[in-house]
């Protein structure tokens, strides 16, 4: 059967639909016509068998094997029969393929255990094009017992004080299975206690997010604590963790810190004198204000490394504290240094209280509280200090934020029986906040005198 197709003249090329021609051999040529004749190209001859795609295969899944199966049928003529398998976890996203499966089934070697795998296969017969590929199978390996150790660490707010400590964890992998509870040891001078909390009922015990859980219960007067975890097939290795002692803290190494609003850097100096009993560094953040478990987060550092990195959605104008521990091959903490960062800085609300004392003829004491972290806005640089004499500004002086200065500052050199108006105000790199408000006469001098001299007099007395 012949079928001629007309071809615009100024086509150079054309489109055989397989669904048209399914079967068979295509004797194919082009005939170009004008008003002079018509010649015919050289014939050409295709085979509808390559171009043709049958439905992809029916596969049936096995999971006491952890096998698949399927059926796909080739004519005859055309049995040599090719099938390709592609696979992947149910958490990834590119496929994993293996090619040529003459068999009409595979088996997985090795799966990970206690994880979930989906499964595909696609068919060709001879020199045909290949099906699409199958329906979804979906196939769960064998649960074993969870391996490995507990990150374990604690999360003790920014106090760094045992009594509002809360023991934390983060949670193993799911291929680790199904994790029915935790076993927990905690030493109190030598007394031991243990927990045994069950992840469907927790009991008020414990809390699991997303990626950490944590106990309730504070870690006051504990010196040591140990968890494992465990499933239907057995338990981990118990982590082991023996907490700071109050008191005997040490400081020697200062930390660098730059912080945007998705990802923090710390980075710190090696010592100068490495400790053989040193065996990785911990460095966490905590977001100032978060319960347990909330805005924090930690890595675990070894003892060659001086950086670490941390990605996340971090708020501005909100306070984190960020901090570098020391861990021994004991398991002993040791607090080294900590700082107060922000992912970006705004200017700082007022001081909540401003007072003036110890008013002479010359000079005066400002009192003023500190701006609360959490109004802070940012890393306060310092403050400044503006004197006004009726409407003039007389001098400017900047106060150190620093605590050693208790946030006190001394007004000199200012006229006996004058009226001063005061005004403070904390800056951030930012810029300068809102200003708090004082007034103040100073005594005459005279009055300063006698009032000296009774002073002195009350002290002999």
Known sequence: MWERQGISANTSDWIIYREQYNHGKLRVWVQAKNQYGSAKSPYSILNTENIRKLPPPKVASHQESFKIDWTFTCDEQLSLRHCDVRYRTEAEQDWHEDEDENDLSYTMDDPQPSTVYELQVCCSCGK??????????????????????????????????????????????????????????????????????????????????????????????????????????????????????????????????????????????????????????????????????????????????????????????????????????????????????????????????????????????????????????????????FVYSGVHIQTVHNASASPQHKNTYKLENLTPEQDYEVRIRAVTAAGPGANATAKFKTKHREDYGIASHLNYFYFLM
């Open 128 to 385: 045909g094009l290949k099906s699409d590929w199958s329906a979804i199978q979906r196939l769960r390996s064998t649960e074993t017992a969870p391996v490995g150790v507990l990150d374990l660490w604690q999360d003790c707010g920014i106090t760094q004080q045992g009594s509002v400590c809360a023991l934390t964890w983060k949670k193993l992998p799911p291929t680790c299975g199904l994790i029915l509870g935790y076993e927990a040891r905690l030493s109190y001078n030598g007394t031991l206690v243990f927990l045994n909390v069950s992840t469907a009922e927790p009991k008020g015990l414990l809390v699991c997010e997303e990626i950490q859980c944590h106990l309730t219960s504070s870690l006051k007067d504990v010196s040591s604590v140990s968890v494992s975890a465990y499933n239907a097939q057995g338990a981990t290795v118990p982590s082991y963790l023996t907490l700071p002692i109050p008191g005997k803290e040490k400081t020697y190494q200062a930390i660098h810190v730059e912080m945007n609003e998705e990802n923090l850097t710390v980075s710190w100096d090696s010592p100068s004198q490495p400790s053989d009993n040193l065996k990785e560094h911990v460095v966490q953040y905590k977001q100032a204000g978060c319960p347990p478990g909330q805005g924090f987060d930690w890595v675990k550092a070894t003892t060659n490394q001086t950086t670490a990195l941390f990605k996340g959605q971090y708020k501005k104008y909100t306070p984190y504290q960020v901090s570098l521990f020391t861990l021994s091959h004991g398991s002993e903490v040791h607090h080294i240094s900590s700082v107060i960062r922000y992912s970006l800085e705004g200017s700082p609300s007022a001081v909540p209280s401003f007072k003036v004392f110890s008013i002479a003829a010359t000079q005066v004491t400002l009192f003023w509280e500190s701006v609360p972290l959490s109004k802070q806005r940012g890393v306060i640089l310092h403050y400044q200090i």
